[in-house]
């Protein structure tokens, strides 16, 4: 079995590994990149053929695990991309979602290249693309095996991430030896609201494990739930809005379920809620198909009766025109917006009317990547650029971290000690350099083997003893140059400035 990494790997985005075994060649997961690394990689090209996938195994809907399918499709690829069933139901929406954003994206972009006399360039792939494509998923439930080839069967288990999130156990026979291959994906947070906490994994041979926050620990969710209330209460007190940028899909859905809880004991009984992201409006019903895989606590409230992702006061606002009408209104809200970073959508239109205002507070729920808006702000800057305005950071800025949708190092390190017979090697991925090596100094002093994987790296498990191959970014460009023909033949001067300055 050979494993190659080509995203998350010394980063937390764009998660796309490939496995290649017994002649197949098998992506675990497609993600785009996002922030300072779609910055430093971009998400255009693939540095393999997408025709020679033979099957995509997609963790979980997050777009930096899947949002690059529509364009693995587009490039070529004609193989099942195999998931739980509600990542199926999410990425209908989400990676039409998506390919809408890019075209938006490069629409004014297009716009601004036209008046520069320049060329008109394509989006990476449309809304349309992204719904083609969707003919390629196979939903499968949790806890069955599935054989996809002779020697090469693999198995869904609750990752406690998002909904339908998965850790995937993969089995496969090589040469009549048999090695079990354990991908976390995105591992879950313990008592997250709605879903179920990650399911332990009892052995792996190898062990492909996240690590976004491998350097630190969360505090409790249920006193972050009370740390928003008490904000919401201060702010309507100070004459403001809350604006909570909020990822459509899991982290809102959350939010909401945790202020019904409020709502019903009457603590925020004649609130204003606006949750102003369609697809948050989507897969808020998604999330109601899907019940069966919700956990204990959210079951036994639907059987009392009570809806959890609906109460008085909570509006799904769908046309733009209700969306620009929150604009007017100063205090007594809380609009939760997408995309989470801030970096597109209708959130940005929201923090250019509230962030300048002290009254107001922005309220953080989920992880902010490096060189997006959400990071910025959240780091302190005193002004930040929104829609070319320059915009005063004067709202209280909260951060509510133990609400992560992710493990901290401690759950990481739990859900590890659970397997009966230890992994032969744990491969670092999906984490920024500094958590990876912090959870990887961790391990080491648990008496694990584990390493830190780079873009680029691949990993050989056949024969007795590993070889690990590393190769150099500028070696990596320099292949992928070889399989383009020379650097003067490619027709977008936005890759070749790209490829030039890596160089
Ligand atoms: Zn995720
Ligand atoms: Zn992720």
């Known amino acids: 079995m050979n494993v190659e990494f080509y995203g998350a790997a010394s980063c937390v985005t764009g998660s796309c590994h490939i496995l290649k075994v017994n002649g197949k060649t098998i992506l675990?997961?497609?993600?785009?990149?996002?922030?300072?690394?779609?910055?430093?990689?971009?998400?255009i090209s693939f540095v393999f053929n997408a025709k020679d996938i033979d099957f995509c195994l997609l963790t979980h809907a997050h777009i930096?695990?899947?949002g690059r399918i529509p364009l693995l499709y587009k490039q070529g690829f004609a193989g099942d991309v195999i998931c739980t069933e509600a990542t199926l139901d999410l990425c209908n929406v989400m990676l039409q979602d998506s390919g809408h954003i890019q075209?938006?994206?490069?629409?004014w972009k297009n716009r601004k290249r036209e008046r520069q006399g320049l060329e008109k360039i394509e989006p990476i792939y449309s809304a349309e693309d992204a719904a083609s494509s969707m003919k390629l998923f196979r939903g499968y439930p949790y806890g069955k095996w599935i054989e996809l080839f002779k020697g090469f069967k693999i198995r869904f288990n609750d990752a406690g991430h998002l909904l339908g999130s998965a850790i995937i156990e993969i089995v496969t026979e090589e040469n009549g030896k048999e090695t079990k291959l354990v991908y976390t994906g995105d591992l879950g947070n313990v008592n997250i609201p709605i879903i179920n906490d990650p399911v332990n994994i009892d052995y792996a041979d190898y062990l492909i494990m996240e690590t976004t926050y491998g350097d630190r620990l969360h505090k409790t969710t249920e006193n972050e739930f009370q740390e928003l209330y008490k904000i919401i209460k201060?702010?309507?007190k100070r004459g403001g809005n809350v604006i909570i940028p909020s990822f459509a899909v899991g982290r809102t859905q959350e939010v909401i379920y945790a202020l019904n809880k409020y709502v019903e004991k009457d603590a925020l009984k004649d609130i204003s809620i606006y949750v102003d992201s369609p697809l948050a409006s989507e897969s808020t019903a998604i999330f109601k198909r899907h019940e069966d895989v919700f956990d204990e606590e959210a079951k036994k409230l639907i059987a009392s009766g009570d809806d959890p992702l609906a109460f008085k006061g909570l509006n799904f606002t769908k046309s733009s025109q209700e969306s620009a009408a929150l604009n007017k209104i100063n205090s007594g809200v809380v609009i939760i917006s997408a995309s989470g970073m801030c970096d597109a959508g209708r959130i940005k239109h929201h923090l250019k009317h509230n962030l300048w205002r002290k009254e107001c507070s922005i309220v953080f729920v989920g992880y902010q990547a490096e060189g997006t808006l959400g990071r910025r702000i959240m780091s302190g800057e005193k002004t930040v650029k929104i829609f070319g305005e320059e915009i005063a950071v004067n709202a209280e800025i909260h951060q509510l971290q133990g609400l992560s949708g992710h493990a901290d190092r401690l759950g990481l390190l739990r859900w590890l000690e659970a397997f009966k017979k230890i992994p032969k090697e744990i491969l670092l991925v999906h984490g920024d350099l500094d958590a990876s090596n912090s959870f990887k100094d961790l391990l080491t002093s648990k008496g694990y083997?584990?390493?830190v994987m780079d873009n680029g790296d691949t990993y050989d498990t056949s024969g007795s003893a590993h070889q690990v191959k590393i190769e150099s970014k500028k070696d990596r460009i320099y292949k992928l140059l070889d399989k383009l023909g020379n650097i003067d033949n490619i027709d977008n001067d936005e890759i070749v400035n790209k490829i030039k300055e890596i160089l």
Do not use: A, I, V, W
Request: with cysteine; aromatic share 6%.
């Open 449 to 451: 083997k584990s390493r």
């Open 64 to 66: 930096d695990h899947s």
């Open 103 to 107: 075209e938006m994206e490069m629409e």
């Open 28 to 43: 675990l997961d497609c993600g785009m990149f996002q922030g300072k690394d779609e910055k430093e990689r971009g998400n």
């Open 234 to 236: 201060d702010t309507f």
